[in-house]
């Protein structure tokens, strides 16, 4: 099983085509953030749309995972929505998507031994979440895992789509907003916390290098750029690995049968063979 993962592309679904086109897999996870640019104009958002809805939506290969900048247009609701909403971005998705368009949004995704989603879900917001459920005897955490975020997240799209103020996709402190912890589909990276036995894949918070978050066993976690973790990669056992992909979609991820792999978009390259390429050292080199 080979699962392409694609994070945040803000209007740029030509070059995301272009992975899409050129990379096998049996899957492709687009992680959110489909919308809102600096200088986007309708035009650009409508043809947005009209991608998701032919080449995305009703693809059954594929799973389009909700942004914080997606929530607002795809359930009209104005109180989720964020930097770069725009009304006139609004109408246009609207000519476009119908009811039918909108349902085949994801909040997130459980594949190959990982939980997707846009941002993440901490583990102090698993807490509240969970606290009234019972793990089954036998049951691992991320089966736990999706069957408490399955009941969250259809609660949570009645709620948008009743125009409600929805936790689950609020932002947190960190990122403005009035909730302690951010949602879903807003909780920033430097502030995401791990969920033992549940490996996240997520996007949200940009970053030059993806980076990686490792929940050791007996406690503790390290939280580095991948190039950095593979020079030094530990034999510790772990309790949970969790990645942020976001990287202005200069890098997309490929799991093969539940294994990691990171590509710069440019140039092919692994980022776990980076070491074998001569490349200058330079905070304007986004491959490493």
Not at 3 to 16: E, Q, S, Y
Not at 81 to 107: H, L, M, T, W
Not at 167 to 177: C, E, I, P, S, T
Not at 261 to 269: C, E, R, S, W
């Amino acid at each position: 099983m080979r699962t392409l993962v694609i994070a945040d592309i803000h209007l740029n679904f030509i070059r995301a085509q272009r992975v899409i086109d050129s990379v096998p897999h049996d899957k492709l996870v687009l992680t959110g953030d489909y919308f809102d640019a600096y200088g986007a104009t309708v035009t650009q958002t409508e043809n947005t749309a009209i991608w998701l809805k032919e080449n995305i939506l009703h693809n059954p290969k594929c799973v389009a995972l909700l942004g914080n900048h997606d929530t607002t247009y795809v359930f009209n609701n104005i109180n989720l929505a964020c930097s770069g909403y725009s009304p006139s971005y609004q109408e246009a998705i609207n000519k476009v998507f119908n009811d039918d368009d909108r349902a085949k949004f994801a909040v997130y995704h459980v594949d190959q031994g990982f939980a997707f989603s846009h941002a993440g879900l901490t583990n102090q917001l698993w807490k509240q979440l969970s606290s009234k459920f019972a793990k089954n005897e036998g049951e691992t955490n991320l089966a736990f895992f999706d069957d408490i975020m399955s009941l969250c997240a259809k609660d949570a799209i009645r709620d948008a789509k009743e125009g409600k103020h929805v936790g689950l996709f609020a932002a947190g402190w960190d990122r403005g907003g009035f909730n302690r912890d951010g949602g879903i589909n807003w909780v920033d990276w430097d502030n995401f916390s791990p969920i033992n036995g549940v490996n996240q894949i997520v996007s949200h918070s940009i970053r030059r290098i993806p980076q990686i978050l490792v929940q050791y066993k007996g406690g503790g976690y390290v939280k580095q750029d991948v190039t950095e973790y593979y020079k030094k990669n530990s034999n510790k056992e772990t309790l949970s690995i969790s990645y942020d992909l976001d990287t202005h979609l200069n890098h997309y991820g490929v799991i093969t049968d539940g294994v990691v792999d990171i590509f710069h978009l440019d140039t092919g390259i692994n980022l776990k063979d980076v070491e074998q390429y001569h490349i200058a050292h330079s905070e304007m080199n986004n491959l490493m």
